[in-house]
């Protein structure tokens, strides 16, 4: 048996608090310091180049201080650091926002020639649209996860999956898809689950993507993206966000990694709490169907029979907004505000239905929810009754 504490593999809940934050101790320090300089003292200009030179050359990280903030902030790096242990990675890097670190994806593929994306619907509606509108210069191939392998070309850089996916919370099979995938890198959006519900580079992915503005941050206070990956990838990518700028300002560094160290006691308790709140709808005669994944998980989607508009205008203790992960509990309406951008056939055909609700379950009492819930669903147009089998018709089932 290996007591070792240096070499035995620690728990994620033991990561969460300590990864990024070796150094302290030794400098005197409990709480990690933040660095908002955005330039660094160099009196040895020829080392200087040097250093430059190397960044420019390979991507790696600079040794020692920055050059300049857009290079890299200490701060940050100890945000990527603990990400990349969480998600089991050798590296992530970071950037301003979930989108930001999208673009330096494509970026990256793009400049390599391969402009090819193979993409399974439903994604979050922004991400859809970056692909769709081909901003970047891609090109986009939509398919089921069954359609990955026949849709890709020469020139397919990347296949993109979300899992569970943003809003619809629809679940891919991630080994089954990566073996689909030969050699072109598998890239899942990770923001619904977590490193603590799924570690997709166990799975075959090669590069994870989350909108760190969601449960990493977890207070609703900080906008930020991050990507794991390997070391090689991290390294292009450092290039494009050098290059084109979209970097993490340090304070949000900061937050993201505070907000690291609680990510597996929020998430597993806010799951629970949602898990509950399934079980009470699944129940209800004014709901249609409840989407929950099998991995759990802190967010719900559910249709009502009656105008889900209603629903989102009767919370009190709930807020109606669009984004995530936070500490509070959100309802939005995907079809009206996080999908909105998707062109409205496209929506549906992904599962998105005119009825869906998304809920983001945050950390208040289960009883308190339910209550705020019920009477939203009571109001008069949201609580129509369930209607003879053959008024309506049911509602689609979701895409997979
Ligand atoms: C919010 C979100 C994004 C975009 O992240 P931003 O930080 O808002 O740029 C990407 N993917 C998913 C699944 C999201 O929910």
Redesign the pocket.
């Known amino acids: 048996m290996d007591n070792d504490v240096s070499t035995t593999p620690r728990a994620l809940a033991t990561e969460a608090v300590h990864a990024g934050r070796e150094d302290l101790a030794a400098l005197g320090l409990h709480a990690p310091p933040l660095d908002l300089s955005t330039t660094y003292p160099s009196y040895d200009t020829r080392a200087e180049a040097a250093r430059i030179d190397e960044f420019a050359g390979t991507g790696a990280r600079p040794d020692g201080p920055p050059v300049y903030a857009r290079l890299d902030n200490p701060t940050t790096a100890r945000f990527e650091d603990a990400l990349a242990r969480l998600e089991g990675t050798d590296s992530a890097v970071a950037f301003a926002?979930?989108?930001?670190a999208?673009t330096a994806v494509l970026l990256v593929r793009a400049s390599l020639g391969l402009r090819h994306v193979v993409a399974v619907r439903p994604?979050?509606g922004?991400?859809d649209h970056l692909l769709t509108a081909g901003l970047l210069g891609t090109e986009v191939t939509w398919t089921d996860p069954a359609g990955v392998a026949d849709a890709i070309r020469p020139d397919t850089g990347l296949v993109m999956v979300?899992t569970p996916a943003?809003p619809t919370l629809a679940e891919v099979d991630l080994d089954a898809l990566a073996h689909s995938c030969g050699s072109v890198p598998l890239l899942v959006?990770n923001?619904?689950a977590t490193p603590v519900l799924q570690q997709p580079v166990r799975h075959g992915a090669r590069i994870v993507?989350h909108?760190?503005?969601?449960y990493l941050g977890g207070h609703g206070d900080v906008?930020?993206?991050v990507v794991a990956c390997d070391e090689e990838f991290a390294r292009a990518l450092r290039q494009v966000r050098f290059a084109t700028g979209g970097v993490l300002h340090p304070l949000a560094g900061y937050l993201l990694l505070r907000g690291l160290s609680t990510l597996p006691v929020r998430v597993r308790a806010a799951s629970a709490t949602a898990a509950e709140l399934v079980r009470r709808l699944s129940a209800d005669p004014r709901v249609a169907r409840v989407h929950y994944p099998s991995i759990g998980g802190a967010m719900i989607a559910f249709e009502v029979y009656g105008d889900p508009h209603a629903v989102t205008a009767g919370v009190r203790l709930i807020t109606p907004a669009v984004?995530?992960g936070s500490v509070d509990t959100l309802i939005q309406h995907p079809a009206s505000i996080s999908h909105r951008i998707v062109a409205e056939g496209d929506r549906r055909a992904a599962g998105v239905s005119d009825r869906l609700l998304r809920m983001s379950v945050g950390l208040e009492d289960v009883e308190d929810l339910w209550r705020d819930l019920t009477q939203a669903l009571s109001a008069p147009a949201a609580g129509t009754p369930r209607p003879a089998a053959d008024a309506i018709p049911e509602p689609r089932p979701a895409a997979r």
């Open positions: 926002s979930g989108m930001a999208l994604l979050y922004c991400s979300e943003n959006d923001t619904f993507l909108s760190a503005t969601k906008l930020g993206g984004s995530l």
